[in-house]
Nanobody, 126 residues
């Protein structure tokens, strides 16, 4: 079992930046591939970014590529999402997610995660 708690959301102007954090507790964080997923009002949940256990493999949705960066600190049991050049369409609840992985360099570019945080709201004003 892994417990996840996101932080860092808030209100930002278009073009601004935010850094989301996800603190993990419970079973070994370093054994889990991690990801960020978002859901805007009235829309389905969508994949944003993923990172492997080692941090050596990352994936991004086309809509955020070049603007968002996912990273992790296994010593601190934390995964981050640096979001730059934010757009109004980036506004959503952002969820951190985890999936146990046997492979160090396997990342999950989808919604198939086992554990989820409660989410943090990101609002982007135009």
């Amino acid at each position: 079992q892994v417990q996840l708690v996101e932080s860092g959301g808030g209100l930002v102007q278009a073009g601004g930046s935010l850094r989301l954090s996800c603190a993990a507790s419970g079973r070994s964080f370093s054994m889990h591939a991690m990801g960020w997923v978002r859901q805007a009002p009235g829309k389905e949940r969508e994949f944003v970014a993923a990172i492997s256990r080692s941090g050596g493999t990352t994936y991004y949705a086309d809509s955020v590529k070049g603007r968002f960066t996912i990273s992790r600190d296994n010593a601190e049991n934390t995964v981050y999402l640096q979001m730059n050049s934010l757009k109004p369409e980036d506004a959503a609840v952002y969820y951190c997610a985890a999936r146990w992985s046997y492979y160090r360099d396997y990342a999950v570019p989808s919604l198939t995660y086992d554990y989820w945080g409660p989410g943090t709201q990101v609002t982007v004003s135009s």
